[in-house]
């Protein structure tokens, strides 16, 4: 496909305000991703014809706080929507810049509906159709001519705040710097991944995923398998999505699934596989039985009580689901590398294994053969099933990480000895020598004959470490830079080419869990950007870190050294500081999950930006803890600085009562904007919506912050504290929660201490303290309850089960 | 125990319509609600001068912004009583408007004064939080287990109680459903219209369009609360609030509610004077205690002593308003007590009606008055428990 405005620059696109046409399950949650991202929606459907205009669109508002996952980023974004109503309300299209049409799968009806719109939109606005299949050029077909270049398919994944991927459709009408702007756009505003697709029924992404499920359920039948055995054969295990195959059916809605599958039927009837596209007969009945996955509580599996039910298609009935993957099949599984794990799985005369390496062979085979005519390249097939199926790697890839040769030669072999499910023979490039798809100066693409690079838009500058591909060899952050510091736990680095003067520091440890090196290793860095750099950026990967670590403070705890405990916590609290008082800016880059001291670090950074998708929370009371890094203080500081605020500048508890039910119950945000809600992160700290874009915005945020001339806060004097009587009001309410048998003994015990943590002790309402008594506070009331059978109880299980004990 | 100086009676009971927390009063102060009560209790008896209340006092349980500042003597003097009519507000929570309908009796029986009026006020809606509007326990509730049922939340001594006495979810909410049919059709029947002052709520509205403030009046006559709809089915599928196991929901339990009332008495010689007809004659009123985590069992400690008070059976109350707090403590109550179902509640409590707290004496005083009225019943009593383990219970005769 012809990129030609990338060398060029691009004009910024600025969507202030958008419309999306059907309140759908897709339309309403897009609508609930641009309200996520700042823009006012005008979210449109049918009018009713009595009483409330807007019912329809009002109900789907209304589901938009229930579902889950959730697709608003906080319940407060849902202000940003506005409903109404194509009857009464289509002059609101006026101002609005962009318009997604999302209404249900019928080219007719969409025809009907542009016609109606189009006399409304602003010369300007843009026109894109989130349909999953239909032909974007046939959509096109019915708009002003002056409207076809701002036309083109937007194709959202489900659920669309938390699946990455958006299919870019052109038409040969569309301009291809609107298509460039909205990319863009696109990428940095919602945080999409965005890929290119031509102009093909279901596009890519489906095109491939939905061929996958149905080859899946055809060798299910071959092999015998029933299809609890084909989840524990295709989920993770094969790097796929958790919910495996028949799960995520279940999850799509099977009729849902069908409806894709007669798409194919009726729009690929040249497709080599097209006697595959049939949904099979007792998926019909089933269908027509109204059992249709979650959505009625039944279809493939179902919950009878506490256990899982699945269902056998030979009889529609269902059975207990103990479906498990064969041992043996597991230790070939296990094989690295994926050559000989291939090869292993292709010589099993298992069932399980013929089962796998047959569902590989007919993917790769579809893929080869359709590669030239749905996408522009093997890395947009690839990037389109790892973000729009949650794959692991792509098909591409995999067939490369296995050896391109074998693997081409095994599949054209069994071709001709007709196993495979389409007897069309492989095209000439797959066995023309090559090693693979991806290389380091691009992907393969037949079209072109050749491999083209990663596009160059400017966006894709602001990924300093995009995910690469196998073989791509792109340059990943542990391997770039230039290193400064590094120990057991940290290393902390550079990169001269973006700006020589900020230090990065990234944690080395299993899922960024904080001990003493990774502590230590933050204060020598601290100490060395004061020393010889102008500002200091915390950020690596996903997760920022899962907490302080549990293994050396179990250890500690079995040696009954409390005093060592002390010193670590003293230590802990010492780095916090550091990063609150160091001569040069801190930031904090967050993404994933912040919890414990995890969060306690990042509250304390100079600022943070986070990732829209941050999970961060003080969840130390699951295992009888409370907060010692000082994450208590910083939120009784934050008590004592809202409360300045009010018109009672010492009446704190109003500022503790929230948040000492948020660290009691260990609750955990479910975005980085309720994060800023819940006090875990300041309103004015910067929210990023694409990841990848986490480290540009982090660095560029510090030497904003260097530029401005830093100066270290002084620290807090005569804090307010809500002393006794705060206490005892907190206390009020788990005298309450204990005895009406909400939480037990030791829940309350630990509860309380964080009260008295929050409240700056057992001293008179309005007191006032220092930093250095609450932190006092904080480490003695840990320490105090690390010394408890129950804390030590509920350290072991989490750190033996990975499950949280209630005792 | 009959060694009252002289009697008082009552010549003017009357409320206004009790509205739902947030709901019909949610933007009307407390302090016009009461003073409407107190206005309108005084023209139902045009031939007395109001000059001659000696005192007005008013219940009132979180006697604070908008309803602080002593709002008796606010509502007294916006209601247009003349500035030498004092005013106090008192507090006994959930009794505090029998409490001072009570208390405006007992200074015309001890002979201080000829005309009192004791009234109610409270809107949930301006005092949102249950417990007031800053929350401050005395840490020392909490050194001792002793003092434990002190911090407890109402729902949870009414789990306490259910579960003492054995009222399990089902009787609860059957008595609930009950509660609101008997609103619903008495409301249809018009029963409450004697006892209830319209009030004209105005509204203050800012018209964005036009930037002009819309007033908009609205005349209130019928209870908000009842609902036509309630089922055994319907409550069954709310989730209990207070306990991981319990059975007290929001279904069963009164609603919270704005409301005012306002009792006006006078003595004897105020009776001859102005030839007035005395509606009913303030019995006795008795108070007493109970461990405060069981706080709703509160009127069996407190009936039988106002009935000896009284010197009657209990057999001979022809009506009883027994305040439905929740329904467990109201049938735990009932039950002890072996109160005649028949007598309690016959156009429903306060989990149809709603319970404007410090109101509600006041406002269930005029229901009896009225209801005694009414049936030609003779002996009728208000009674209810309160927070933190009190009972109170007042009887009035129909004359």
């Not at chain 1, 690596?540 to 670590?549: C, E, L, S, Y």
């Not at chain 2, 001859?272 to 009127?299: C, D, Q, W």
Request: hydrophobic share 45%; net charge neutral; aromatic share 6%.
């Amino acid at each position: 496909m012809k990129r030609p405005s990338q060398e060029t620059q691009v004009t910024p696109l600025s969507i202030k305000k958008a419309a999306v046409l059907g309140a759908g399950v897709m339309g309403a949650q897009i609508a609930a991703h641009l309200a996520n991202a700042g823009v006012q929606v005008v979210l449109f459907d049918l009018a009713s014809q009595d009483g409330e205009r807007n019912r329809i669109v009002n109900a789907a508002l209304a589901g938009l706080k229930k579902l889950k996952p959730a697709p608003l980023a906080s319940p407060a974004r849902l202000s940003n929507i506005d409903a109404a109503n194509y009857d009464d309300d289509l002059a609101r299209l006026a101002d609005c810049e962009l318009v997604i049409e999302a209404i249900a799968e019928r080219m007719d009806w969409k025809h009907a509906l542009y016609d109606r719109i189009a006399p409304h939109l602003s010369p300007t606005a843009i026109l894109a159709s989130n349909t999953s299949g239909l032909s974007i050029a046939a959509l096109g077909e019915a708009l002003p001519a002056a409207l076809r270049p701002r036309f083109c398919g937007i194709h959202f994944f489900n659920p669309p705040r938390h699946m990455a991927l958006v299919e870019l459709i052109p038409t040969p009408a569309t301009d291809p710097a609107t298509l460039d702007g909205l990319e863009t756009w696109l990428t940095t505003r919602l945080g999409k991944d965005v890929i290119r697709a031509l102009d093909t029924p279901n596009f890519v992404a489906n095109r491939v995923g939905v061929f996958s499920l149905l080859s899946v359920m055809h060798h299910a039948a071959a092999f015998g398998l029933g299809l609890d055995t084909v989840d524990a054969l295709t989920g993770t295990r094969i790097g796929r999505a958790g919910s495996a195959t028949c799960r995520t059916l279940d999850m799509v809605g099977l009729d849902t699934f069908a409806h894709v599958v007669r798409t194919m039927q009726t729009t690929l009837g040249d497709d080599p596989w097209h006697r595959h596209f049939a949904v099979p007969h007792w998926l019909a009945a089933l269908i027509e039985r109204g059992a249709l996955g979650h959505k009625t509580q039944a279809g493939l599996y179902r919950k009878a009580g506490k256990t899982t039910e699945v269902l056998d298609p030979a009889t529609l009935d269902y059975r207990a689901a103990t479906g498990a993957m064969a041992d043996e099949v597991a230790a070939i599984l296990a094989i690295e590398p994926a050559a000989e794990r291939f090869a292993r799985l292709r010589q099993s005369r298992h069932p399980q294994a013929r089962f796998l390496w047959a569902i590989f062979r007919d993917l790769f085979h579809y893929c080869a053969m359709h590669l030239a005519s749905i996408a522009d390249n093997a890395r947009d097939v690839d990037l389109a099933l790892r973000r729009g199926f949650g794959w692991r790697e792509g098909p591409f890839e995999t067939w490369q990480s296995a050896g391109w040769q074998d693997i081409a030669e095994a599949v054209a072999a069994d071709i001709a000895a007709g196993e495979a499910m389409s007897d069309a023979p492989l095209p000439a490039w797959v066995r023309d020598g090559r090693n693979g798809v991806h290389t380091p100066a691009g992907s393969w693409s037949p079209r072109q004959g050749g491999h083209v690079p990663r596009p160059t838009l400017p966006v894709y500058r602001r990924q300093l470490f995009p995910d690469g591909l196998l073989g791509e060899a792109l340059p990943t952050p542990e391997t770039s830079g230039e290193t400064l510091f590094e120990n057991a736990g940290v290393r902390l680095w550079r990169l001269p080419q973006r700006d020589a003067g900020i230090g990065i520091l990234s944690f080395k440890t299993k899922q960024h869990a904080i001990g003493r090196e990774v502590i230590a290793g933050l204060r020598t860095a601290i100490a060395y950007a004061e020393q010889h750099l102008d500002a200091l950026v915390l950020w690596h990967a996903a997760p920022f870190a899962v907490g302080a670590d549990l293994q050396e403070l179990a250890a500690a705890c079995a040696a009954g050294d409390f005093e060592q405990v002390d010193a670590m916590v003293r230590n802990f609290q010492a780095a916090s500081l550091a990063l609150t008082y160091a001569r040069v800016p801190t930031v904090a880059a967050v993404q994933g999950m912040a919890l414990g001291g995890g969060c306690e670090l990042a509250m304390h950074a100079t600022a943070r930006v986070l990732a829209l998708e941050s999970y961060i929370g003080l969840v130390e009371a699951g295992v009888g803890l409370i907060p010692a890094g000082g994450g208590c203080t910083a939120l009784a500081l934050r008590a004592a600085r809202l409360a300045g605020h009010s018109a009672t500048p010492t009446e704190v508890l109003p500022f503790v009562q929230d948040v000492f039910m948020h660290l009691a119950t260990a609750k955990v945000s479910g975005s980085a904007q309720e994060a800023q809600a819940l006090g875990f992160a300041r309103e004015h700290d910067t929210v990023v919506f694409h990841a990848g874009e986490l480290l540009h915005v982090a660095l560029s945020q510090a030497r904003a912050l260097a530029e401005a001339g830093h100066a270290p806060p002084a620290p807090p004097r005569a804090i307010p504290v809500a002393g006794r009587n705060g206490i005892a009001a907190l206390e009020m309410t788990l005298v309450n929660m204990r005895d009406g048998a909400m939480i037990s003994a030791h829940d309350e015990r630990v509860a309380r201490a964080l009260a008295v943590a929050l409240c700056g002790g057992e001293v008179d309402a309005g007191s006032r303290v220092d930093e250095a008594w609450l932190l006092g506070l904080e480490r003695r009331l840990f320490v105090e309850l690390l010394k408890t059978p129950e804390t030590q109880a509920r350290i072991r299980h989490l750190l033996d089960t990975g499950k949280p004990l209630r005792n | 125990m009959n060694r009252q100086i002289q009697d008082a009676y009552i010549v003017a009971a009357t409320r206004l319509p009790v509205g739902k927390k947030g709901g019909i009063f949610r933007s009307t102060r407390p302090d016009d609600l009461l003073a409407h009560a107190l206005s309108a209790v005084v023209a139902q008896v045009p031939t007395l001068d109001p000059a001659r209340i000696g005192d007005v006092i008013v219940g009132c349980a979180m006697p604070e912004a908008e309803q602080g500042m002593n709002v008796a003597r606010i509502g007294a003097l916006l209601a247009g009583l003349p500035d030498s009519v004092p005013a106090y507000t008192l507090n006994r929570f959930c009794a505090s408007g029998l409490q001072a309908v009570a208390d405006a009796a007992r200074q015309i029986q001890m002979g201080l004064a000829d005309v009192m009026v004791g009234a109610g006020v409270e809107s949930m809606s301006v005092m949102p939080h249950m417990m007031g509007n800053k929350l401050s326990p005395n840490p020392a509730i909490f050194a001792h287990d002793a003092h434990r049922g002190i911090a407890y939340g109402m729902g949870l001594t009414a789990e306490k109680v259910a579960a003492r006495w054995q009222i399990d979810r089902a009787a609860q909410d059957a008595f609930a459903v009950a509660s609101h049919q008997k609103a619903c059709a008495a409301t249809a029947a018009g029963h409450f219209a004697a006892e209830i002052s319209p009030f004209t709520v105005q509204q203050h509205q800012p018209d964005l369009a036009s930037g002009e403030v819309a007033r908009r009046e609205r005349i209130v006559a019928t209870d908000e609360g009842p609902r036509a709809d309630a089922s055994a089915e319907r409550l069954a599928r709310l989730r209990p609030v207070f306990h991981a196991t319990g059975s007290v929901t929001a279904g069963n339990a009164s609603q919270m509610s704005d409301g005012a009332a306002a009792v006006l008495l006078v003595s004897e010689k105020v009776l001859k004077e102005h030839n007035l007809t005395p509606l009913a004659r303030f019995v006795s009123y008795a108070v007493a205690g109970v461990p405060p985590e069981i706080m709703g069992i509160g009127p069996i400690a407190a009936i039988p002593k106002a009935l000896q008070q009284a010197g009657i059976a209990q057999h001979e109350l022809d009506w009883i308003e027994l305040n439905e707090a929740f329904a467990a403590q109201a049938l735990a109550v009932q039950r002890d007590l072996d109160l005649d179902p028949h007598t309690i509640n016959p156009l429903g409590g306060a989990i149809a009606l709603g319970h404007p707290l410090g109101a509600t004496g006041a406002i269930r005083t005029a229901t009896v008055v009225h209801g005694l009225a009414r049936t030609s019943g003779r002996y009728g009593m208000v009674s209810m428990c309160i927070g933190t383990g009190m009972g109170a219970a007042g009887i009035i005769e129909r004359i």
